[in-house]
């Protein structure tokens, strides 16, 4: 019993110490959001070797890959997948093509979109 309350207790300062690590990280993305935002459209749109490229022509297709997982440990991020890709094709469904990775995903996926 006292191996039992000893384990329960190192598991509870682990928990402690990877909540404040992840409160640290969280902060970090925050005060460090909104620099990827502008920096990286500025550079793009800058670079001599990117605008030589850039074409007129419009695609009449658009590919659209659903990164799901293949278990049920990640249920809230799959259904915000299948979620935000069901409501991007019913805009237009002639314009888009699914392409799905994950079996989650996929089951889905596959009950809105059976072809």
Do not use: W
């Not at 997948?81 to 002639?94: E, G, M, P």
């Amino acid at each position: 019993m006292k191996a039992i309350s000893n384990i329960k207790k190192i598991t509870s300062a682990m928990k402690m110490v990877a909540t404040a690590k992840m409160k640290m990280d969280v902060q970090r993305l925050k005060r460090g959001m909104h620099f990827g935002l502008n920096v990286v459209p500025a550079i793009m749109e800058n670079d001599n070797y990117l605008n030589r490229k850039k074409t007129t022509i419009v695609p009449k297709r658009t590919l659209v890959v659903a990164l799901t997982g293949d278990k049920g440990l990640c249920g809230s991020v799959n259904s915000q997948v299948a979620r935000y890709t069901t409501a991007l094709i019913h805009q237009d469904r002639s314009r888009f093509s699914l392409f799905c990775i994950g079996e989650k995903g996929c089951q889905a996926l596959a009950r809105k979109f059976p072809d």
